[in-house]
């Protein structure tokens, strides 16, 4: 079974400031880790994923994270937010047995409150 | 279509009453997805479809939760018997192939369930 936490639920931050979004997981077996974005009465949609490789991802809308194995972590960034980043971040993970990049276990999401 | 569409957007029921929820996935999609989204539990996984196989019906919360995918296309998700706690956005998703590295799932923008 896997299990995703995120640290925080809240994170206010100015525009311009850089942001860091904390994920750290559980699982007996091997994952794949996904990071996704809801706007305001939207759908889900994918910031960027881990599946193999680098350890570091770039994902679009200039957000990175990166999966740090050994601390089950797989924290998200951007350098210099703009107050179009408010939303939900949710950070998810799958089971990389099954190979099944939809069949998600999702942390409890932060809201970022990206201010002027 | 151009992205997974559902219906309706919105839908208020009596405590009791059974509710149909559509979804129309991205055209050629094999694999399919039904999500709950609530205050209280955040991000749950519910079912998933993938071409001809058997469903993993294992997210389900209960047997008043069923879901069929006619013609390996459009999902509805039943809940009968409705009950104040069904109350959440249903969220749908679909991708090209459930089981492949590489694939994401893109996601509708859901129906918010109230039961009164």
């Known amino acids: 079974a896997q299990s995703v936490t995120q640290l925080d639920s809240q994170v206010p931050v100015f525009e311009e400031a850089p942001v860091e979004l904390r994920c750290n997981y559980s699982?007996?077996?091997?994952?794949?880790l996904f990071w996704y974005v809801q706007y305001p009465n939207q759908g889900l949609q994918l910031l960027l994923k881990y599946l193999s490789g680098s350890t570091l991802v770039k994902g679009i809308n200039g957000f990175e994270a990166e999966f740090n194995k050994s601390q089950t972590s797989f924290h998200l960034r951007k350098p210099s937010v703009h107050i179009s980043d408010t939303a939900e971040y949710f950070c998810?993970?799958?089971?990389?047995?099954?190979?099944?990049?939809?069949?998600?276990?999702f942390g409890q999401g932060t809201t970022l409150q990206v201010k002027p | 279509g151009a992205g997974v569409s559902q219906s309706p957007s919105n839908k208020v029921t009596e405590k009791g009453k059974d509710v149909e929820l559509r979804c129309d996935p991205i055209?050629?999609?094999?694999?399919l997805y039904w999500y709950r989204q609530s205050l209280g539990q955040g991000l749950e996984f519910l079912i998933y479809f993938q071409g001809n196989s058997a469903p993993d019906k294992s997210g389900l919360p209960s047997d008043r939760f069923s879901a069929e995918r006619t013609g390996g296309s459009v999902s509805t998700l039943t809940i009968q018997r409705t009950q104040q706690e069904d109350s959440a956005v249903y969220l749908c998703?679909?991708?090209?192939?459930?089981?492949?590295?590489?694939?994401?799932?893109?996601f509708g923008q859901g129906t918010r369930l109230t039961v009164v």
């Open positions: 998810a993970v799958s089971d990389q047995d099954s190979g099944n990049t939809g069949k998600l276990i």
């Open positions: 699982s007996s077996v091997s994952v794949y």
């Open positions: 998703a679909s991708s090209l192939i459930g089981g492949a590295e590489n694939t994401e799932a893109f």
């Open positions: 055209s050629g999609h094999t694999a």
